[in-house]
């Protein structure tokens, strides 16, 4: 008997205790001080219950569950729903600091109805057996123009018809205007984000040309939730606005949005995809941005009423008192997800839609996959990268996102590395403060 491959021991934040999660067993525990510095140096337990929790376990049969699992996960996912974005132009009406779409040199749009056309037949034959939904994405797809709205229309209809739920991704200045339109459709949400107080946002996410954009939005907001139509409100995070994330959780708690069963939050983080930012020092480390949002989250918990952030598997393990089933693959391009643009081309996910030459094949005006493109994203897991093969934390990671992977390192089959056990112990700190005592 030996200690499992797929232990994963943190000390907690700011204590002495220690948390120990196994994602292939399922079990998670608090060790006391002197129990978890001793499983530290190597000192672990062989009694029952370790044994039974699969803390330590017989090699050969750890490897024999571990295939269970992963077949278990693997067949789940032929039945996963598939998003399919498409992106009816890459023009937007904003200028924000931190655009990664804004050196693309977009080809000239053909005919888009035909174009349109194109894509459902294509998504009726090619998935016509799978759950599936439809993703409006940019550029911006709800510009202010008759263009725009002509075809968001037909879109609203086109799924509407085959019974598809239609999710945007908005910069939300125009969606107001939108809202009576898509009050009609199977709306499952919007996207839309605000980086911050009024003040911080419109320093960041402004008009070509300058311009604010804060009043807009916020009133689309309001027209979505009074429509009964879901947002999901993102937050885009670097060390120039995360003070601003505080004020803008309290302006929507006093909103009333978070009171409401159509809104739901997420935060993203800036970050550097297919070229450099203009200002390189801003952006955080997926981890000093956790650890700088724990502190805030520790000076003023009523943001949580706002947005509660995972910390890894954090939030799931202590709000609903059991972890998450293991992941084996945390990267969905061309497995449940592909991105189609109105030049006919297909792409394995919205980080690289629209990027020179990561095209995988076309629906218009020919259908084409080049199965050579295709297979290296389709096999991409945490078996298929060698990094992650001897990893313990491969089942919370994943392996993270292969186009960042691909970015920083030109190869699809590298690791995109989450830092799990640290964020585990801020997480536990913030959440598990029942359970810590």
Not at 115 to 139: P, Q
Not at 201 to 212: E, I, P, Q
Not at 271 to 293: A, G, M, N, V, W
Not at 356 to 382: H, I
Request: proline residues 5%.
């Amino acid at each position: 008997m030996e200690p499992s491959k797929y232990n994963i021991l943190t000390k907690v934040h700011d204590d002495e205790r220690y948390l120990l999660v196994n994602l292939l067993s399922g079990e998670a525990d608090i060790l006391e001080p002197e129990v978890g510095a001793g499983v530290a140096s190597g000192a672990w337990p062989s009694d029952g219950e370790w044994v039974s929790k699969g803390y330590v376990v017989d090699p050969a049969e750890e490897q024999k569950r571990y295939r269970a699992a992963y077949l278990a996960f693997t067949d789940s996912r032929l039945d996963d729903e598939i998003q399919l974005f498409y992106v009816p132009s890459y023009a937007c009406n904003f200028g924000c600091s931190y655009c990664y779409q804004d050196e693309y040199a977009p080809a000239p749009g053909g005919d888009g109805e035909a174009v349109m056309s194109a894509f459902f037949g294509h998504i009726d034959t090619t998935f016509a057996e799978r759950r599936k939904y439809v993703t409006l994405f940019g550029g911006e797809p709800l510009l202010p123009n008759p263009a725009t709205r002509r075809l968001v229309e037909r879109m609203v209809e086109e799924t509407k018809r085959r019974g598809l739920d239609l999710a945007i991704v908005t910069n939300g200045y125009s969606l107001a205007d939108y809202v009576p339109l898509l009050a009609n459709g199977r709306i499952r949400e919007l996207q839309v984000t605000l980086d911050g107080s009024e003040k911080v946002h419109d320093g960041r996410r402004y008009l070509k040309g300058g311009g604010a954009t804060f009043q807009r939005i916020v009133a689309g907001i309001d027209a979505c939730l009074e429509a009964k139509l879901p947002v999901n409100l993102r937050t885009v995070i670097d060390k120039e606005n995360l003070e601003g994330f505080a004020a803008l959780a309290h302006f929507a708690i006093d909103k009333g949005w978070t009171e409401s069963p159509y809104f739901k939050t997420q935060i993203g983080r800036n970050y550097e995809l297919h070229h450099c930012q203009t200002s390189h020092s801003r952006i955080y480390t997926r981890l000093s941005l956790y650890e700088d949002l724990y502190q805030l989250l520790e000076r003023d918990p009523e943001i949580l009423r706002f947005h509660k952030p995972g910390f890894s598997v954090s939030r799931f393990l202590f709000d609903r008192g059991a972890l998450p089933a293991p992941l084996f693959d945390s990267c969905p391009a061309c497995k449940t997800e592909w991105a189609f643009d109105y030049t006919g081309r297909i792409y394995p996910c919205t980080a690289n839609v629209g990027k020179t030459g990561e095209a995988v094949g076309t629906f218009y005006p020919a259908r084409t996959l080049d199965a050579e493109l295709t297979g290296p994203w389709q096999d991409r897991d945490v078996l298929g990268i060698d990094a992650c093969r001897s990893c313990s934390v491969q089942l919370a990671c994943g392996g993270g996102c292969g186009a960042v992977a691909k970015n920083e390192t030109g190869r699809i089959d590298a690791p995109d590395c989450r830092p799990v056990g640290a964020l585990l112990s801020l997480g536990c700190a913030l959440y598990g403060k029942e359970a810590l005592g």
